[in-house]
């Protein structure tokens, strides 16, 4: 629950800062791409869609994307994603085989840059 709940709230932030804040803006510049974080099982997840500088977001897992993060369960990825150690944590999970990647690895990145810009 913790896990879709954050994802959620981080739906609703990079949402209001597609908006409102002129570095995430300038960030999203006139990408297409859509960006699945889920769980292995295919219970939880949601797909973050950035178009030509508009954001939207849905929840399910069953999506059509560029990029799939896909995490071993919702309370490793809770933990990682909430990590004050962020990048850290992330390349130990990674290397425990907690997350993997599918897609388009450079998307993840660019994404995760945005997400820092609007954490600020």
């Given at each position: 629950m913790k896990f879709i709940l954050l994802l959620f709230v981080l739906a609703q932030k990079l949402k209001a800062a597609a908006k409102k804040n002129t570095a995430y803006?300038?960030?999203l510049g006139i990408l297409q791409i859509r960006i699945l974080i889920k769980t292995t099982?295919?219970?939880?997840?949601?797909l973050f869609i950035f178009d030509k500088g508009a954001f939207s977001s849905v929840s399910g897992?069953?999506?059509k994307c560029d990029v799939a993060l896909?995490?071993?369960?919702?309370e490793t990825a809770f933990k990682v994603m909430?990590?004050?150690t962020g990048?850290?944590?992330t390349f130990s999970a990674a290397a425990e085989g907690k997350v993997r990647v599918e897609g388009m690895v450079p998307y993840i990145q660019w994404f995760t840059d945005g997400v820092k810009l609007v954490m600020r």
């Open positions: 803006r300038k960030h099982d295919g219970k939880r997840g949601r897992t069953h999506h896909i995490w071993a369960d919702a909430t990590s004050k990048d850290a944590d």
